[in-house]
């Protein structure tokens, strides 16, 4: 295609068709040419505007649809970078408390010192524009002295290279937000366009940050008024629970319910177990209180919650340990209990004062059941004691007792309880109760425990008594009887009394038995000794066999022990072979055992065959 011999319709030709600037200086026509760069100039910024509001409008949309308050900043200065195509893109933001602005987000940076700078106000280029804003730049920031230096600004400029610099405010409505910075690592002069382009960046960067913070603050208020409205559900959720608790309670005590009640309706309301410990008790596995109380919802592990129950012990104030919750059950600074939870995990606030009110109603419960013990305590004490004292009418005393359930009619033996020093007479009433079974009665009378109970072996019911009794303590028991009739209770309690005492003062504490268990230490407490009976029963088998067979078992016996427990002087005395004295006493062994010769044994024998003499014979 040939070129048109009119410069200025070469010139149009050429700039209709996107020609370069180097194209349009070829033709010779300076007039024509001058103009045509002019408008090849204009063309190329209008494009370049044209790209850059492109950018901006993009840019905006993007800010727009982020809500991510970090996302914004790195976007904003990712675009600035490729806007201004410059090394490093930074922007700080105003911390109106310390009364400066701090490094927020970068790109292209490498400097950590860089990352973390603060930028006091009218310090460096960036702290002029934010003491002022307005934009500032500079295409050779290090020996540009228009900006008040600091050794703070220039090394974390110096760390990150940087030599051109161009910052320009965050502003909105004329609150200041920031500074947004476009730097380079050469020098660099930047145009009136490209202050003007960041400047038109940033002022989209600071209605977004200002509508992210916006939405932050909205969405944190929204989370705030969502989490105190789920506090106020789950307040009125608790309020009505422990509303609910408290009927629950309230119901129970009206209808007479006891502890167990209160613990089985505790499982209800939290679920898990429940169960109420002797007011000693640290271990789980050892509830109840005179006896063991199952627990309730379940089968709680032995050790659990030991720490939680000393916790509540030490404290009086609920206690948890490892998913089981303890409170001590106490009124008037006495503790009866402990209440004992597990199996439910963390509970709230309502659950807490839940089994806290279940504690408060438990030591009511208590309190009340103690009150109508205490009462049956008294009458039967009352009628113990007139009973075994002898107070009063017979006939009277007769009647009294059948109105208790106590026949004494048929044989019954009296007990005397004797328990640890210091120990409550109380406590050791009601275990003797738990004890003696049904058709007995048991009161104090004259500082002693006294048991009435329906036997004909007060031996077989001392030791029965006091091995039952003992298991934590030794408890020791004196017996007497049988008895068939009131009038025969006060001397059958001295003897009872006396045999207690007796164990007591043998060492035999936590032992039960009657006065013919003592052998001859009964013949000195029994109120009526039976010297026949005892006789009988430390010799009757040598004497049964001397009777039998003609022998001198019995004689060889009295002769042994008047030589001194020698079987040669014995033999002189009785006129016969020392073996023979050896072979009568093998004989003895065989009969009353081989322990005959043990001290005790033989102070028994050696008094029953003196005693033998001073019987009638016959």
Not at 47 to 69: F, G, K
Not at 160 to 186: D, K, W, Y
Not at 333 to 357: I, K, N, P, W
Request: aromatic fraction near 4%; hydrophobic fraction near 45%; charged fraction near 20%.
């Amino acid at each position: 295609m040939s070129t048109p011999a009119d410069p200025a319709l070469t010139l149009l030709t050429l700039l209709a068709s996107g020609a370069s600037a180097a194209e349009l200086s070829a033709v010779d026509a300076p007039e024509a040419r001058a103009l045509a760069l002019r408008v090849r100039a204009a063309f190329d910024t209008r494009r370049r505007r044209e790209a850059e509001l492109s950018a901006l409008v993009e840019t905006a949309r993007d800010l727009a649809s982020m809500r991510d308050p970090a996302g914004v900043l790195d976007a904003i200065v990712r675009r600035a970078r490729a806007l201004l195509q410059t090394d490093v893109a930074y922007l700080t933001l105003a911390d109106p408390e310390a009364g400066d602005t701090y490094m927020r987000a970068t790109d292209g940076s490498v400097s950590a010192r860089f990352q973390t700078v603060r930028l006091s106000l009218g310090a460096g280029l960036g702290g002029l524009v934010a003491s002022t804003h307005m934009p500032y730049w500079t295409a050779d920031y290090p020996q540009d002295q228009r900006f008040r230096h600091t050794k703070t600004i220039d090394s974390a400029v110096g760390d990150e290279g940087l030599v051109a610099i161009c910052g320009t405010p965050l502003l909105v409505e004329e609150q200041f937000v920031g500074v947004l910075f476009a730097a380079n690592r050469s020098p660099r002069p930047f145009s009136h366009d490209e202050v003007s382009l960041l400047g038109s960046l940033a002022a989209l960067a600071a209605v977004s940050i200002v509508t992210t913070r916006a939405a932050a603050e909205t969405a944190e208020a929204l989370a705030a008024l969502s989490e105190a409205h789920d506090v106020a559900r789950r307040h009125v959720s608790g309020v009505e629970r422990a509303a609910a608790a408290h009927d629950r309670f309230a119901e129970l005590v009206l209808q007479g319910g006891g502890v167990d009640d209160i613990t089985a309706a505790l499982v209800e309301l939290l679920g898990g177990w429940a169960v109420l410990l002797d007011p000693e008790d640290t271990r789980v596995g050892t509830a109840g209180r005179s006896a063991p109380r199952p627990a309730a919802g379940g089968s709680p592990d032995p050790l659990a919650g030991a720490s939680a129950v000393r916790a509540t012990h030490a404290s009086g104030r609920l206690a948890s340990e490892d998913g089981v919750w303890a409170v001590s059950v106490t009124a008037a600074h006495e503790r009866l209990g402990t209440l004992v939870v597990g199996g439910v995990g963390r509970l709230d606030e309502a659950d807490e004062r839940t089994l806290e009110r279940a504690g408060v109603v438990s030591a009511l419960v208590l309190l009340f059941e103690r009150a109508a013990v205490d009462a049956s305590l008294r009458v039967v004490t009352d009628l113990v004691s007139d009973l075994v004292s002898g107070r009063g009418d017979a006939p009277a005393r007769q009647t009294r007792a059948r109105a208790h359930g106590l026949d004494l009619t048929t044989p019954h033996c009296v007990l005397v309880v004797k328990g640890r020093e210091g120990e409550s007479r109380r406590a050791l009433v009601l275990s003797a109760q738990a004890g003696t079974g049904p058709g007995s009665v048991v009161g104090e009378h004259d500082g002693d425990v006294v048991a009435l109970v329906p036997s004909e072996d007060p031996d077989a019911a001392a030791t029965h008594l006091a091995t039952r009794l003992s298991r934590s303590a030794p408890v020791t028991v004196g017996a007497a009887g049988p008895v068939r009739s009131v009038e025969e209770l006060p001397a059958a309690h001295a003897e009872a009394r006396r045999t207690a005492a007796a164990l007591v003062a043998l060492g035999r504490q936590g032992a039960g038995a009657s006065t013919e268990a003592l052998g001859f230490a009964g013949l000195v407490v029994g109120s009526d000794p039976d010297v026949a009976s005892y006789v009988a029963r430390v010799l009757g088998p040598v004497s049964a066999y001397d009777a039998q067979r003609g022998s001198e078992l019995v004689k060889t016996l009295e002769t042994y022990f008047a030589a001194g427990s020698s079987p040669r002087h014995a033999a002189t005395a009785l006129h016969v072979h020392v073996n023979t004295v050896a072979q009568r006493l093998e004989r003895v062994a065989t009969l009353l055992g081989s322990d005959w010769q043990h001290p005790d044994r033989a102070l028994e024998l050696q008094l029953a065959l003196r005693l033998r003499r001073l019987m009638p014979a016959g």
